[in-house]
Every structure is written in C-alpha cells, then in structure tokens.
C-alpha cells in the first residue's frame, strides 16, 4: 500500500534548473527500487531514471545522462530528481514510481505504484 506523492514541477527556461521530490508512505519503501518515467503529450511514457533501494545504484536514459541525478534519503522517504541544463524536449508529465524488479528496471511493468504526476514546461 505505498502512495507516492510527486511536487516540485513547474515552468522553466531553457539550460536552467528543476528539482522534483517524491514522497513515499509505507514502512517498506527502502527496499523498493524507485525510479522516474515523464510522458511528454502525444507520445508514449517514457524511462527516465531508476535508484537502488540502498542509493548506492543509478541509471540513465541517455536523453539525461549528465544533466539530471536521482538520489534517495530513506529516512525522510524521499526520493529526487535533480535537473540541470534543461531542454524543451524535457518538457513532460514526470511520474515517481516504486517496485521490486531487478536493478535497472527500465519499463513501466517492472513497476508497482505511480505518483500522480507532476508537469515540467521547458520553454525556448
């Protein structure tokens, strides 16, 4: 029964910055893999990131290597998204997302729970 709750979206120009959090209920979160989807309009959702239960594991999309970074503080169970050097092609629907699968789980089915979202704009 974990709820993931997403905030820290909104509009920003193009090459600045964007932190999203995600906070998760539950007594069991630190032992789900927590990750990152975004799903921009008209096309499908994509992967974008994904973090060990312990945060001592990440992965990337290539489309954000380099420019965002996941991280994880259990203790305030909270899960971040840290994007710097943001493009209009970033601008999408960002969903928190947790579940059990192996590390890295890169689709939406290797997931148990979603946030209800949390909308970036990129402008140019």
């Known amino acids: 029964q974990v709820q993931l709750v997403e905030s820290g979206g909104g509009l920003v120009q193009a090459g600045g910055s964007l932190r999203l959090s995600c906070v998760a209920s539950g007594r069991t979160f630190s032992r789900y893999y927590m990750g990152w989807f975004r799903q921009a309009p008209g096309k499908e959702r994509d992967f974008v990131s994904t973090i060990s239960w312990s945060g001592g594991n990440t992965y990337y999309a290539e489309s954000v290597k380099g420019r965002f970074t996941i991280s994880r503080d259990n203790a305030k169970n909270t899960v971040y998204l840290q994007m710097n050097s943001l493009k209009p092609e970033d601008t999408a629907v960002y969903y928190c997302?947790?579940?059990?699968?192996?590390?890295?789980?890169?689709?939406?089915?290797?997931?148990?729970?979603w946030g209800q979202g949390a909308q970036v704009t990129v402008s140019s």
């Open positions: 997302v947790a579940g059990d699968s192996g590390f890295p789980a890169k689709s939406d089915y290797e997931y148990d729970y």
